[in-house]
């Protein structure tokens, strides 16, 4: 599976990004797709993830309530809606794939694929 994300940007706080990330390659009908990031001198760390046959969600404490993740199935892309944006949510932002998982909890080490990440910068 190839992931291509895009739609990072400079934006001031209390503003809105989306993110997108379009999957090709194969069918991800069976994936749990994810957004994890990764802030200058930080761990990459999981942000949201959604099971891409039902729709189910998870989210990071430190972004539940201000961003949504959302599939569309028929173009095979991934979504991050972000709104409310503080300048902490500065970071590389990357989509991720995970062939199968009973959990929508993920960790950074055990996605399957990843895409190339794009740069979110909150100014205060």
């Known amino acids: 599976v190839q992931l291509q994300a895009s739609g990072g940007g400079l934006v001031q706080a209390g503003g809105s990004l989306r993110l997108s990330c379009a999957a090709s390659?194969?069918?991800?009908?069976?994936?749990?797709m994810g957004w994890f990031r990764q802030a200058p001198g930080k761990e990459r760390e999981f942000v949201a993830s959604i099971r891409w046959s039902s729709g189910s969600t998870y989210y990071a404490d430190s972004v539940k309530g201000r961003f949504t993740i959302s599939r569309d199935t028929a173009k095979n892309i991934l979504y991050l809606q972000m709104n409310s944006l503080k300048p902490e949510d500065t970071a590389v932002y990357y989509c991720?794939?995970?062939?199968?998982?009973?959990?929508?909890?993920?960790?950074?080490?055990?996605?399957?694929?990843w895409g190339k990440g794009t740069l979110v910068t909150v100014s205060s």
């Open positions: 390659g194969r069918s991800v009908s069976s994936y749990v």
């Open positions: 991720a794939a995970k062939v199968s998982s009973v959990i929508l909890r993920l960790t950074s080490g055990s996605m399957d694929y």
